[in-house]
């Protein structure tokens, strides 16, 4: 099995690249290899390497700055899923993308289904939910992992952020009206193998309704970024038994102004991918102490 790879070298797609690889042959990419801005370099990839099943982790994932970048998020987001759905439907390949909790308006404190009317506050939602609609539309062998405040050591992140700061300050102020599940990269990766070794494995029953729509995949639990910052601090204060621990303080979302408003309900409800493939993602309190693991 041939699986073409976007975004080989960022946190969930260097993840993927090791975790796929027992499944098939992995040609992973990146924007040297294919600029997702550009849809010609897109289909010419899609033609030579002409995969069985196409992975896309890659995205525009500046939130703030797409505020101020429209076209470039709507080209990345939007427009290269869309075509990567046309290529992988002439190829009858199925093809995997991730999406966004950012997709939803952070209405109420009910973790969002599936199906849920879906509102974005900013262009990052906004134009991720684009690409959801054009995979829809044009590829009928998708699925999509919504997901939502991922991590992992590398690349740039909640968590290597806070461990940066908590060594340089000795106070943060951290916003805590938000509500999530912060989801490592690795489970995300780990989750995804799963899923593509049951949809093509040779095995799966054919009176088994076909998988293919919207997913939740997220780590467990919930918390807010402040809790999240706490959890870091605790796990990691063996490391900093020498230093005084910063001060964390708990903020609303209007005493931290950003370009991008962001939801305050990112809760994401995971029963459909357990009761579809039976993979529940554990608590994402478990999680980060094993990320964090020395």
């Known amino acids: ?60 994932t500046a939130v703030d700055k797409a ?42 404190a009910t973790p969002w289904l599936e199906d849920d009317v879906t509102g974005p506050l900013n262009v990052y939602g906004a134009t991720k939910l684009e690409g959801e609609n054009a995979i829809r539309e044009r590829c009928r062998r998708h699925l999509i992992f919504r997901t939502s405040w991922v991590y992992g050591p590398r690349g740039a992140n909640f968590l290597l952020t806070m461990r940066r700061l908590m060594g340089e300050r000795p106070e943060l102020k951290i916003v805590a009206d938000q509500i ?39 780590n467990g639990g919930e918390t807010s970024w402040h809790g999240f910052a706490e959890a870091i601090q605790d796990i990691d204060a063996p490391a900093r038994l020498a ?4 001060r964390l303080l708990p903020i609303p979302s209007a005493d931290y102004p950003t370009p991008a408003r962001r939801p305050l309900n990112s809760r994401l409800n995971n ?4 009761r579809v493939f039976g993979i529940r993602l554990p608590h994402w309190r478990k999680a980060l102490e094993l990320c964090m693991a020395p």
């Open 1 to 60: 099995m041939k699986i073409l790879l976007t975004g080989g070298r960022g946190q969930v797609g260097w993840e993927l690249a090791r975790t796929l690889s027992t499944l098939g042959e992995i040609v992973a990419v990146d924007s040297r290899e294919m600029n997702l801005a550009d849809p010609e370099a897109i289909r010419r990839v899609m033609a030579a390497v002409k995969p069985r099943v196409v992975v896309n982790p890659a995205a525009y």
């Open 243 to 246: 230093n005084e621990p910063a």
């Open 180 to 218: 999530g599940a912060p989801t490592w990269c690795r489970g995300l990766a780990e989750a995804t193998a799963q899923v593509l070794a049951q949809v093509a494995s040779p095995a799966r029953g054919a009176d088994r309704p076909e998988p293919w729509g919207v997913y939740h995949m997220t």
């Open 271 to 274: 029963d459909k991918l357990e």
């Open 67 to 108: 505020e101020s970048e429209p076209e470039l998020a709507r080209a990345v987001n939007a427009t290269a899923p869309g075509i990567l759905a046309e290529e992988a439907e002439k190829l009858g390949a199925l093809l995997l993308h991730y999406s966004t909790d950012y997709v939803f308006d952070g209405g109420g």
